[in-house]
């Protein structure tokens, strides 16, 4: 059903003219909302036309699976890696640059980027914040 919902932008113009007027019609009146499953579908429904221009482009396509599985590995590293907290907070820096530079070459949101490396928008403000005081003998200024 969730297929049925955005039919006109799934089908091609030559498709759309050997469909019969009545259902044209009733497509264009029906209320995608009444769909069942609706609920669920909708944050994928909003972002249709993003997804069906990255699976119509080749070269988006690509980016989009090295992103995916970059994402996916250094999650499953971090999440197996026992004391994974300490190695964010280690290599928090490489963490921020990688994350500001996707955000930046990718055209994302920093939320996004953060997203995808899998570390919360609230850690990346806060590690990017941070100030560090080499007096101190825990290496923190307090303000």
């Known amino acids: 059903m969730i297929i ?3 039919h006109s932008n799934m089908l ?3 498709q759309l003219k050997t469909l019969p007027r009545t259902t044209r019609n009733n497509w264009r ?3 995608h909302k009444d769909y069942d499953g ?3 579908a909708k944050d994928y429904i909003a972002d249709f036309d993003e997804i069906k221009e990255v699976l119509t482009n080749k070269h ?3 980016g989009m699976r090295m992103m995916c599985s970059l994402s996916a590995g ?8 026992q004391g994974s907290k300490k190695l ?8 921020i640059f990688s ?5 930046k070459q990718g055209n994302l949101q920093v939320s996004e980027s953060c997203r995808l490396l899998g570390v919360s928008r609230d850690w990346f403000y806060r590690q990017r914040n941070k100030k560090l005081c080499s007096k101190s003998l825990i290496e923190k200024c307090f303000r």
């Open 88 to 95: 964010l907070r280690e290599y928090s820096k490489d963490i």
């Open 12 to 14: 091609t113009p030559e």
């Open 4 to 6: 049925l919902m955005y």
């Open 99 to 103: 994350i500001e530079s996707l955000a």
């Open 60 to 62: 988006l396509k690509q």
């Open 38 to 40: 609706y609920e669920i």
């Open 74 to 81: 250094y999650r499953g590293i971090l999440d197996k890696v």
């Open 29 to 31: 009146n029906f209320s």
